[in-house]
């Protein structure tokens, strides 16, 4: 749900306003704000907006680099999955007071977890893991230029794998396989 829409943003050139749920980007169904995120990278966005409980579709076009000029709603506590283990080492138990409250949230959603840098109990990473996995998938088989990119990722690894002594790392650094994949993510952007 929208919380904030700045004044003179593309999102207020876009008419959206604060209250709106927005359902949809681009024709991809919204899950959470990470969703948000993602599919709200593009210069220009088709959103599917509920108001009021009605439909509509607004057009959002924004400057390259510019702030989309809208901020969405944090999560209702009972929309958080919340862990219900009671180990004794745990460590969110063992926090001092006075730190920021979403500290406390015995968060078990890696996903929000990502959004707002809460600690999770990593009891359900393997649904996590598929999830991934599944999204992965799915954006690679939309994508021919994606799914060569992979692929040819996956060949060099092999291949590296093969030459890689025993003890050596599996993985160039995070760094270089960041700016590898933001470099190339850059590439298939249209002019």
């Not at 680099?65 to 209702?76: N, S, Y």
């Not at 030459?163 to 190339?184: C, R």
């Amino acid at each position: 749900m929208v919380a904030v829409v700045r004044p003179r943003t593309a999102a207020a050139a876009a008419g959206l306003a604060v209250g709106d749920r927005i359902m949809g980007i681009n024709a991809q169904p919204l899950r959470d704000a990470i969703d948000f995120q993602f599919y709200g990278g593009d210069d220009c966005l088709e959103l599917s907006v509920e108001r009021e409980g009605r439909r509509r579709a607004l057009r959002l076009v924004r400057r390259p680099g510019a702030d989309l000029g809208v901020e969405l709603e944090a999560p209702r506590p009972a929309e958080i999955a919340t862990c219900a283990n009671k180990c004794v080492f745990c460590f969110i138990h063992q926090l001092p007071r006075g730190m920021r409250r979403s500290l406390y949230v015995k968060d078990d959603d890696f996903r929000l977890s990502f959004l707002h840098g809460n600690y999770i109990t990593l009891s359900d990473l393997d649904e996590a893991t598929k999830q991934f996995d599944q999204n992965l998938a799915e954006i690679v088989s939309q994508n021919a230029k994606i799914k060569s990119y992979v692929t040819k990722l996956e060949s060099r690894a092999s291949e590296e794998e093969e030459q890689a002594t025993p003890g050596a790392s599996d993985l160039p650094p995070a760094s270089q396989l960041v700016d590898e994949i933001e470099q190339f993510m850059r590439q298939q952007r249209p002019e």
